[in-house]
């Protein structure tokens, strides 16, 4: 009924740029906190950030400053910006959302879904 697609993956270069986005897609009433995870080789799945319906984002403790988030709620899509990329950022990306939404019997319902994941490639 509603799922959650991320999209910009792929390969960059050490020191390089990457912006991952997560949309949601269905009969959507709000897109409310957004949460990014990354996955990386043989380790736990480690909580980034997230970012709030009204805009305001906070970031996990472990994590750098190298990674920003943001929204654009128009669009019901959220993004995560990754800079001076490094080697051991390779890994998987995901993101959860709290989606507010009409069922297919036209109930408002709400859940936490999880996007598919995507990969990030770091080289060089």
């Known amino acids: 009924q509603v799922q959650l697609v991320e999209s910009g993956g792929g390969s960059v270069r050490t020191g390089g740029s990457l912006t991952v986005s997560c949309g949601a897609i269905g009969r959507l009433i709000s897109m409310n906190t957004v949460a990014w995870y990354r996955q990386l080789p043989g380790q736990q799945r480690d909580f980034i950030g997230q970012?709030?319906?009204?805009?305001?984002?906070s970031y996990g403790d472990s994590m750098e400053t190298r990674f920003t988030i943001s929204r654009d709620n128009r669009k019901y899509t959220v993004f995560l910006q990754m800079s001076n990329l490094k080697p051991e950022d390779s890994g998987t990306y995901v993101c959860k959302a709290d989606l507010v939404y009409w069922s297919e019997t036209n109930q408002v319902l709400r859940h936490d879904q999880w996007g598919q994941g995507i990969q990030v490639s770091v080289t060089g």
């Open positions: 970012i709030t319906l009204d805009g305001t984002p």
